[in-house]
């Protein structure tokens, strides 16, 4: 018999759940001392958060193109 797979439904969505963790690891930071190893690893997380928002707005949206730095890394293939 295998194990029941536990399901979660989700209230918020995946960029707002991003931003709300980006918020989180920000206001820890500030209760850090300037300077401290504590205080830029959680903003180093934060910035993590909010370039993972970034990069699923660019995935989620309807007219998806590639960067334009990328494009003469692939070979056209209309040929």
Do not use: C, Y
Request: glycine fraction near 4%.
């Amino acid at each position: 018999m295998t194990p029941k797979r536990r399901r979660i439904k989700r209230t918020a969505t995946f960029e707002e759940r991003l931003m709300e963790e980006a918020v989180k690891f920000r206001e820890a930071a500030d209760q850090q001392p300037p300077g401290s190893t504590a205080r830029e690893l959680l903003l180093r997380r934060a910035r993590q958060a909010e370039t993972a928002s970034g990069i699923n707005k660019w995935l989620s949206s309807p007219g998806i193109q590639r960067p334009k730095a990328l494009k003469h890394l692939v070979a056209d293939q209309k040929e």
